[in-house]
């Protein structure tokens, strides 16, 4: 597609109960990253997939939060047993390769709200 | 590990003032240094970049300068517009293996 697509745009769901979302990278983009953006705060790091390698995950909260990706393409964050704290925009960004210059393009974000 | 620290908002200014951001970074090596700006309602896009010390990344007539000496990256517009008002993050990347991180952002309002 023309640019990075996330569903659903907006998510309500009851604390407890797992929620998925969806991330479309730009086609060929190799590298994949989700970020959380409480509101008023910066962007924090979830995981990053790279291409061929191993996904760094060091930035999953907990072992609630896990994101699987499908080759070069769709990517999945799956929140389990959500709780209130997890409220927030989750953004997925993808970029053409890993390389240290090349610019990471975002989608809208996920509004997630645990009720 | 990498971080980024970037002055806090909200910063208001009048339309055609000068503008800085402050950006300052801890990285091993040689990160590479970005400006990505959110606008109302739209997701986060790069502004500007910078790759080695001394470089100067420009756009829309922002700059900033890759200063090693003193970590810094910051950004700077000599006359902001109201169209300016946004959120800006600082950013780098600390090598290809290693994820883009972000500071916390400074959201930027012009008054005309």
């Known amino acids: 597609g023309a640019g990075v697509s996330q569903s659903p745009s907006n998510k309500v769901t009851e604390k407890g109960k797992d929620v998925e979302l969806r991330c479309d990278p730009i086609?060929?983009?190799?590298?994949l990253y989700w970020y959380r953006q409480r509101l008023g705060q910066g962007l924090e790091f979830l995981i990053y997939?790279?291409?061929?390698?191993?996904?760094?995950k060091s930035g999953l909260p907990s072992d609630r939060f896990s994101a699987e990706r499908t080759g070069e393409s769709v990517s999945t964050l799956t929140i389990q047993r959500t709780q209130q704290e997890d409220s927030a925009v989750y953004l997925c960004?993808?970029?053409?390769?890993?390389?240290?210059?090349?610019?990471?393009?975002f989608g809208q974000g996920t509004r997630l709200t645990v009720v | 590990g990498n971080s980024v620290t970037q002055m806090e908002g909200p910063v208001t200014l009048s339309e055609e003032a000068f503008l800085t951001i402050n950006c300052t970074y801890t990285?091993?090596?040689?990160?590479?240094l970005f400006w990505y700006v959110q606008y109302p309602g739209e997701g986060l896009q790069l502004l500007l970049k910078?790759?080695?010390?001394?470089d100067k990344g420009s756009n829309k007539g922002f700059e900033a300068t890759y200063r090693k000496e003193t970590t810094s990256f910051h950004l700077e517009k000599g006359s902001v517009q109201v169209s300016d008002s946004a959120v800006y993050f600082c950013?780098?990347?600390?090598?290809?293996?290693?994820?883009?991180?972000f500071g916390k952002g400074t959201r930027l309002s012009v008054i005309a």
């Open positions: 960004a993808s970029s053409l390769a890993t390389g240290m210059n090349t610019e990471a393009f």
């Open positions: 086609s060929g983009h190799t590298a």
């Open positions: 997939f790279q291409g061929n390698s191993a996904p760094d």
């Open positions: 990285a091993t090596g040689y990160p590479s």
């Open positions: 910078a790759t080695k010390a001394d």
């Open positions: 950013a780098l990347k600390g090598s290809p293996s290693t994820p883009l991180v």
